[in-house]
């Protein structure tokens, strides 16, 4: 399952290249793309586990990225 997110609070380019690689580590993502010029995001994994991972991506978040905030489009 693919999912978009609208990215805000990202400063820079290279912080949504950490973000990224921080978020491919998570349990159960098959891969994240942050683009930081479109402030997109877009993750695919197993749809079965989408409250889990939910979960552990705001813990990353939170972590890694305390200004930034998500949505799903």
């Known amino acids: 399952m ?3 997110f609208k990215i805000k609070g990202l400063d ?5 290249n950490e973000l990224e690689n921080a978020i491919s580590k ?4 098959e891969n994240a793309v942050i683009n930081f ?3 997109r ?3 695919e994994f197993d749809e079965t586990r989408k409250e889990e991972i939910m979960k552990k991506l705001e ?3 939170k972590r890694e ?6 949505e799903e489009i």
């Open 41 to 43: 995001m877009e993750l």
């Open 12 to 16: 820079c380019a290279n912080c949504a």
């Open 2 to 4: 693919k999912v978009k």
């Open 26 to 29: 998570i349990d159960g993502i």
């Open 37 to 39: 010029m479109t402030e």
């Open 59 to 61: 813990k990353v978040l």
């Open 65 to 70: 990225e305390p200004d930034v905030s998500i």
